[in-house]
């Protein structure tokens, strides 16, 4: 094994992402927002107009085009840093968004929205599933009747097919990755990675209609290739039908001995 995979690598890292994502096309990135954002629009059947949330929003890079094209914009996100900088990069542009620093299943509307956007992967990045549920149920609650909501999550059938899995482990009790280090002699956790939760689309499918919301399609990319189990990507659109289920209670999330895949990264 050579010595770049005897050293620990952080999820944020170049040398993570390339193997596991393989190298990235050259595209700029204002390029590829646009893009992303023609099919966010498609796919969500956006209006003149419409009233959208960008929950966990980050550095805004869709709130702010979604803004450009004249939807009505609230950019959402936990962390005050993040909003700070995109609220400047909005006031330079004079784009009309209202920004809120909130936790994600704190959502303080009703029946405001046409669409809400998760597009990277917050839903899986709270503490346990019932918090995805309550997030679910929060994001239901701000949305208009038949309003719809896209959640872009990693594959995680791809994902343990590509690690194979990596020297991070996959708790197979859970459905987390701990991402924060891979590394294949062991040893803590290096600092400035992460760890999320991942879903089947089985899963996601029985976590949606629990919390009000009908499956309208999945996706493997915003090209809108099909859902496979290869794609990279699980891009689901749903649509707000009914009043949440109330949930069963699980507690897979609190087990203390997790199930774990550890193995080399597949080339």
């Known amino acids: 094994m050579s010595d770049e995979y ?66 009505r914009v609230v950019g959402m996100e936990s962390s005050k840093e993040a909003l700070a900088a995109v609220r400047d990069r909005a006031k330079e542009e004079a784009l009309t968004v209202h920004f809120l620093a909130n936790p994600l299943d704190r959502i303080p509307y009703e029946g405001e929205f046409n669409a809400v956007l998760n597009v990277r992967n917050p839903l899986g990045s709270l503490p346990s599933e019932r918090d995805d549920a309550r ?26 097919r590509r690690l194979g899995a990596h020297d991070g482990a996959f708790d197979l009790v859970s459905g987390r990755l701990d991402g924060r280090s891979f590394s294949s002699r062991g040893g803590k956790p290096a600092a400035g990675g992460e760890a999320v939760r991942l879903y089947s689309l089985t899963e996601l499918r029985r976590l949606l209609t629990e919390t009000g919301f009908r499956l309208r399609g999945a996706w493997g990319d915003y090209q809108g290739h099909p859902y496979h189990l290869d794609s990279m990507r699980l891009i689901v659109v749903a649509e707000r039908v009914e009043p949440p289920k109330k949930a ?20």
């Open 135 to 160: 997030c679910l149920s929060a994001i239901h609650r701000s949305l208009k009747p038949g309003g719809r909501l896209l959640l872009d999550l990693l594959n995680r059938e791809w994902l343990i």
């Open 6 to 71: 005897n050293s620990r690598v952080s999820t944020h890292s170049p040398a993570w992402k390339s193997k596991l994502f393989g190298a990235e096309p050259v595209l700029r990135p204002e390029a590829r927002i646009r893009a992303q954002v023609d099919a966010l629009e498609r796919l969500l059947e956006l209006k003149h107009r419409s009233r959208v949330l960008d929950l966990g929003c980050g550095a805004g890079a869709q709130t702010l085009e979604l803004a450009r094209r004249h939807y």
């Open 248 to 267: 069963p209670e699980r507690d897979g999330d609190d087990f203390e001995r997790a199930v774990r895949i550890k193995g080399r990264p597949r080339s």
